[in-house]
């Protein structure tokens, strides 16, 4: 199940994108795509946005794994329980409440009568970290 779902396509894509409009076997696609300075900008923000979010999540889950695995804890099994519930929730929920709290028009700027998160709301950072509560 795990090759048909899961490796199959991402070979299929990557077998694709060596075939230029004509059909024929080429590396059109990906020097257009290192080539074009939207594209390099498109390319180097995903990758960012990936590195980031792993080793974010990386340095946040991997002390809490053990954390919850080695020590007694008095409110072990309620700590675990609210570590499960952003995984429950779909990411559109999330970010939607993120950016209703600390948006332009959002709870914190008209609490303080004047924007400052929204600069900080739609950074990769905050993506970063939109992404590292899904990991």
């Not at 899961?6 to 894509?13: A, K, S, T």
């Not at 694709?16 to 080429?26: E, N, P, Y």
């Not at 709870?107 to 924007?115: E, K, N, P």
């Not at 990769?124 to 899904?134: E, I, P």
Request: with cysteine.
């Amino acid at each position: 199940m795990f090759l048909l779902l899961c490796v199959l396509p991402i070979l299929y894509m990557l077998g694709i994108s060596f075939i230029s409009a004509d059909g024929r076997f080429s590396f059109e696609n990906y020097r257009r795509l290192l080539i074009d300075a939207r594209q390099r900008e498109l390319l180097m923000t995903s990758t960012l946005l990936g590195a980031e979010t792993a080793l974010l999540a990386m340095s946040v889950g991997a002390p809490f794994g053990l954390l919850l695995a080695r020590t007694r804890l008095p409110l072990k099994r309620m700590l675990r329980i609210a570590l499960v519930i952003p995984l429950v929730v779909p990411p559109y929920v999330l970010a939607l409440a993120w950016v209703s709290i600390t948006g332009s028009t959002g709870f914190v700027a008209s609490w303080l009568g004047r924007d400052l998160l929204a600069a900080w709301t739609y950074s990769l950072g905050a993506a970063v970290r939109r992404a590292c509560v899904r990991a």
